[in-house]
């Protein structure tokens, strides 16, 4: 014996089963080749353009690589390593005065052949002074 | 029997890239998910697009397709899914309203088109479908859904949870509901007819 809310509903299953009809897929290839179609359009250039761009990318990321490591290599230790003093043009040998306006300067070849005076803040050396 | 192996085999064959393998598969299939989106929508050609869409969105996620539940069931998923998407894109952009308004009247006719029942005429057939329609399309579309395929589709609540893609319960909440809401969206028409 049914409930009247299960006769109520069957009315209206009814009702839908009799109203709610589907109209034929009038044209059923139309939909193979729309999604054929769509999968060859998304397919075709995204693999190539991504694949390539990916390698490239990697290619190009692992040359810079190499070549910093290259120079690296080759170039860093004669920059950093120990120098003698025959590789300097010159070297400061002292930096005093005794006047605070007046600095000078002096550069010795490494060998000792010669000395340079570089003097700033007067005109001329008065004649009674002498470079220590 | 004969057909399953077959069925798995054209799966096989299309997870590896053969599209005549699937453009078969859709053969088989675009009849029953088409007649499930027009259900669901009411419109041939929101169904159609429905159906195409459901079958490139499987394509593209075939690989995970592990074959335990029957092909026709996933893509009864798929295309549910895709009409819930179209739903909620509607909700939020919406194109076309449900319900048809006044006519509009061209000056030129040579008569004026009426809606509605003429007094003390009985409700014709358009009418009554036009009816139904309306109150169906005024579930939401995961309850239309559950309606959908046990009244019109005639499915059990175990083929329910497996296209929908939800638990037992939750079908028959769903259908509760639904038929709840749909007695109460057609009570007008029952006292009518």
Redesign the interface.
């Known amino acids: 014996m049914k409930n009247s809310d299960d006769r109520?509903?069957e009315?209206?299953?009814n009702?839908?089963?009799e109203?709610?009809t589907?109209?034929p897929?009038?044209n059923?290839d139309?939909?193979?080749s729309?999604?054929?179609e769509?999968?060859?359009r998304e397919e075709r250039p995204r693999p190539a353009a991504s694949g390539w761009s990916l390698r490239w990318l990697f290619w190009s990321g692992a040359t810079a690589l190499l070549m910093a490591g290259l120079l690296t290599a080759v170039l860093m230790p004669r920059e950093f390593g120990l120098r003698s003093h025959d590789e300097f043009i010159s070297q400061v040998i002292s930096a005093r005065a005794e006047m605070p306006q007046l600095s000078v300067t002096g550069f010795q070849v490494p060998d000792g052949r010669g000395v340079v005076l570089w003097m700033e803040g007067v005109d001329y050396i008065p004649a009674g002074e002498g470079v220590r | 029997m004969g057909e399953l192996p077959d069925e798995a085999a054209l799966v096989a064959r299309a997870r590896q890239g053969d599209?005549r393998a699937?453009?078969e598969l859709?053969?088989r299939h675009?009849?029953k998910i088409?007649?499930h989106a027009?259900?669901m929508l009411?419109s041939?050609d929101d169904a159609?697009e429905i159906?195409?869409e459901t079958?490139?969105r499987a394509?593209k996620s075939l690989s995970r397709f592990d074959g335990k539940a029957a092909l026709s069931s996933w893509l009864y998923r798929i295309a549910t899914n895709a009409v819930i998407d179209l739903c909620r894109r509607r909700r939020s952009h919406p194109e076309v309203e449900v319900d048809v308004g006044p006519m509009k009247v061209d000056p030129a006719s040579q008569t004026t088109p009426h809606r509605g029942e003429v007094p003390g005429a009985s409700v014709d057939?358009a009418e009554?479908?036009r009816r139904?329609?309306a109150a169906?399309l005024q579930l939401s579309p995961e309850h239309r859904a559950v309606?959908v395929l046990k009244?019109?589709e005639d499915l059990s609540y175990e083929e329910i949870a497996a296209r929908v893609g939800c638990s037992l319960g939750t079908v028959m909440s769903r259908l509760h509901y639904a038929?709840k809401h749909?007695?109460t969206l057609?009570r007008d028409?029952?006292e009518e007819?």
Do not use: C, G, S
């Open positions: 109520e509903w009315k209206t299953r009702l839908l089963r109203h709610l589907v109209p897929l009038t059923p139309f939909i193979n729309r999604v054929l769509a999968i060859e | 599209t699937f453009d859709i053969t675009r009849e088409y007649m027009y259900h009411r041939e159609v159906a195409q079958f490139i394509w057939r009554i479908r139904i329609e169906l309606v009244e019109l038929r749909l007695q057609l028409l029952h007819l």
